[in-house]
């Protein structure tokens, strides 16, 4: 170190700087490859999913902040007047700052991206799944605005005219907070809201909803507001409060499973242990149920024609809605085929009397009226 120094001593000031300068920037680089090499290395004996990340997230924070970090080290070597030295430490502060919480804001996406990969979302049963990811998703925000808002705060103290104009702005903080309070009042109801929804859960990410009379799966939850990605592919933008204050359909609260129902009307002369059997056959040879429930009942008698309850159960919302259009359009075409004569009917009498005829039948009623 002492024949380095002595080295340095016998090239001009700014000679000596700049050689530094880039020597330490030359290191941050060398350093930032060998440790991505390291991981790299070690991905090739096992394929980590956390080194993956490690590696896609961590290039560019780390090309920035470790030669940053290696000039604050060597700072000191420098030949700088009082006034120079002062400036290069605060600059360097401010970027070693700003380079260091960019790193932390990537370790916190890496750690999202390591727990969604450890709870697979797509599989038929993922309640914990999508309890764990909104949690996450609230929590990854919460951080990143935190680090960002930390990293600022220290920026600015470093200015001593900051921390000077900071002492008189303490008096003032009382009653500016209570005008910012009124002025934010619906923002920090809408956060406050946010932590509830994030913890209490009463929706999660790719929970299935009915809102303002809509079918749609919940895509994202900010911090303010939600988003619901309808069945035709358009969005619904509600604010986060919503889900607070107003009633609303959550079809997975507690699992992903669902009824389905088909109504079908049919006439009375339609022998149902028939249509029944029918509906199981039906359900056996469809992959979309999930052989919990098969019902068929009469649910009413009306003057014209029976309904007919067809109930089934599947594994989800979409397949339920895929199952009922099989069923409907199967057991339509079971009676079509086996039982026109059940088809709902229009039924008119008309009768004689010596005098002739004292109704006649209007041309638009079926020709299978009965007549006496």
């Known amino acids: 170190m002492q024949h380095f120094q002595i080295l340095l001593d016998t090239l001009p000031a700014w000679l000596g700087n700049v050689l530094l300068a880039a020597g330490a920037i030359a290191a941050g680089l060398l350093l930032r490859w060998l440790l991505t090499k390291t991981l790299r290395y070690y991905r090739s004996f096992s394929d980590s999913f956390l080194v993956n990340a490690l590696i896609r997230r961590l290039q560019h924070p780390l090309n920035f902040f470790i030669p940053v970090l290696i000039l604050v080290l060597i700072l000191p070597l420098m030949t700088l007047e009082p006034p120079a030295h002062?400036?290069?430490?605060?600059?360097?502060g401010i970027l070693a700052t700003a380079g260091f919480a960019w790193v932390l804001i990537r370790l916190v996406y890496v750690g999202e991206e390591f727990v969604y990969h450890s709870?697979?979302?797509?599989?038929?049963?993922?309640?914990?799944?999508?309890?764990?990811?909104?949690?996450l998703q609230f929590i990854r925000r919460l951080a990143v605005i935190g680090i960002g808002l930390l990293a600022v705060a220290a920026i600015l103290l470093s200015f001593d005219s900051v921390r000077r104009i900071g002492a008189g702005l303490l008096t003032g903080v009382g009653v500016g907070g209570i005008i910012v309070?009124?002025?934010?009042?619906?923002?920090l109801a809408n956060l406050l809201a946010g932590f509830q929804i994030a913890f209490t859960q009463p929706i999660r990410i790719d929970d299935v909803l009915v809102v303002e009379g809509e079918w749609g799966r919940v895509e994202e939850i900010t911090l303010t507001y939600v988003v619901l990605q309808i069945w035709d592919q358009r969005r619904l933008i509600l604010p986060i409060n919503y889900f607070i204050e107003k009633p609303f359909q959550n079809w997975t609260r507690i699992s992903a499973e669902i009824l389905g129902t088909v109504f079908i009307y049919a006439d009375y002369t339609?022998?149902?242990?028939?249509?029944?059997?029918?509906?199981?056959?039906l359900l056996e040879s469809s992959p979309l149920w999930d052989?919990?429930?098969n019902a068929l009942q009469v649910t009413d008698s009306k003057e014209h024609t029976l309904e007919i309850r067809a109930l089934m159960s599947a594994r989800n919302s979409s397949q339920a809605f895929d199952l009922r259009c099989f069923i409907r359009e199967s057991l339509v075409q079971f009676i079509r085929e086996n039982y026109p004569e059940a088809l709902p009917r229009t039924r008119a009498e008309v009768s004689y009397t010596d005098q002739g005829l004292l109704g006649r039948r209007p041309d638009f009623l079926p020709t299978t009226a009965n007549q006496r």
């Not at 309070?181 to 923002?187: E, I, L, M, T, V």
């Not at 022998?271 to 056959?281: I, S």
């Open 291 to 293: 052989r919990r429930v």
């Open 270 to 281: 339609l022998p149902v242990p028939a249509l029944r059997e029918e509906l199981t056959r």
């Open 86 to 92: 002062r400036t290069a430490t605060r600059l360097l």
């Open 181 to 187: 309070g009124f002025a934010a009042q619906r923002s």
């Open 119 to 135: 709870y697979d979302l797509t599989k038929d049963n993922n309640i914990k799944e999508r309890k764990i990811r909104t949690q």
